[in-house]
């Protein structure tokens, strides 16, 4: 059930590729054959005229039916990963839900009557609706993104205070139980004494951090150390998350970064994702006029970097002009 809509678009693309082999390859390869007849048996100037442009059009329909064939497989596997998405988001969802209901429940049937059971109750449908929340409001945020509806709050700040946004951040994520929550967690972080300045909405920027942070953080089995690194290189501020994870493949590399995707993790394929992580640090970051990286070697962690503009040269050039 759950794999039924890959079934039907695995359908889909097979019929479609039957068509094109019916209506479009088969009559490419025998105009392409008459082409070629046509230049090793003509005689006069004009065969072979027609010949250069019989074998043209042959080659024109072949490159029709590959760039086709691409893109309705990129479709494809767009709308399959949508369909695991939907999934994904129902289940996430669907699970605090479950969690508030049962307490609310059992809090309305009168089971409970110790004020310390019914605090206790009360906590879990505290915590849960703020984890629903904060999920319900990542989805929103995505959406205004995709739609170029997202307005940024820009201004002139020390990249440490998104630095400790984030990290605050990451750890109330720990305390809701989301993120690590039972796994000794360290993170070392490598400031320069002067911070840089960077024109940012802290918020968002501290958003796409908390995505890195998150991602080291899943996707690290047993050495949950987490390296955080600030420095300025080339005129910009960079900000490199590394941990000590599985790693990602040179052809996933150029993926992750697309919406729906998730790399897969060969020690934990089912490590929990929505796929949105690295799209909205990447769209985020855009919107900065900088840009987000990865450095990694399957079996030897992985490191991201976002990569800003800094504002002090500027700020040196107004003051002196």
């Known amino acids: 059930m759950d794999n039924q809509p890959a079934l039907i678009q695995a359908a889909r693309l097979r019929t479609l590729i039957v068509l094109v082999l019916c209506f479009a390859v088969l009559p490419g390869a025998l105009l392409l054959s008459v082409g070629i007849l046509v230049l090793v048996f003509g005689h006069q100037p004009h065969d072979y005229v027609f010949g250069i442009l019989i074998v043209a059009l042959a080659g024109t329909l072949a490159g029709g039916i590959v760039a086709t064939l691409s893109y309705v497989r990129r ?84 990249v440490t205070e998104i630095v400790d946004k984030a990290i605050g951040a990451l750890e109330l994520e720990r305390k809701l139980g989301e993120v690590g929550a039972r796994e000794k967690i360290s993170i070392e972080t490598m400031l320069p004494d002067s911070p840089p300045l960077v024109l940012v909405d802290v918020d968002a920027m501290a958003e796409a951090l908390t995505n890195l942070l998150q ?25 490199t998350v590394a941990d000590h994870g599985p790693g990602i493949a ?16 060969p020690a934990d394929p089912k490590v929990s994702g929505s796929g949105l992580g690295l799209p909205i640090v990447h769209q985020i970051v855009r919107a900065h006029l900088g840009s987000v990286t990865v450095d990694s070697d399957l079996g030897r962690g992985a490191a991201f970097t976002i990569a800003l503009p800094s504002v002090e040269p500027l700020v040196a050039a107004a003051g002196s002009a």
């Open 215 to 239: 991602n080291a953080v899943n996707y690290t089995q047993d050495d949950k150390h987490i390296t955080l690194r600030v420095y300025v290189q080339d005129g910009e501020t960079r900000i």
């Open 75 to 158: 479709s494809t596997s767009l709308a399959r990963l949508q369909a695991e998405f939907v999934q994904k988001v129902s289940h996430d969802l669907r699970t605090p839900l479950t969690g508030i209901r049962l307490f609310v429940e059992t809090l309305l049937s009168g089971k409970v009557s110790d004020p310390v059971q019914v605090r206790e109750c009360l906590d879990v449908i505290q915590n849960e609706t703020t984890r629903l929340t904060k999920m319900v409001e990542r989805l929103l945020s995505w959406a205004r993104m995709e739609a170029g509806k997202r307005v940024f709050q820009m201004q002139r700040v020390p």
């Open 250 to 265: 040179k052809a996933e590399q150029g993926k992750i970064f697309e919406k729906f995707y998730r790399a897969v993790d």
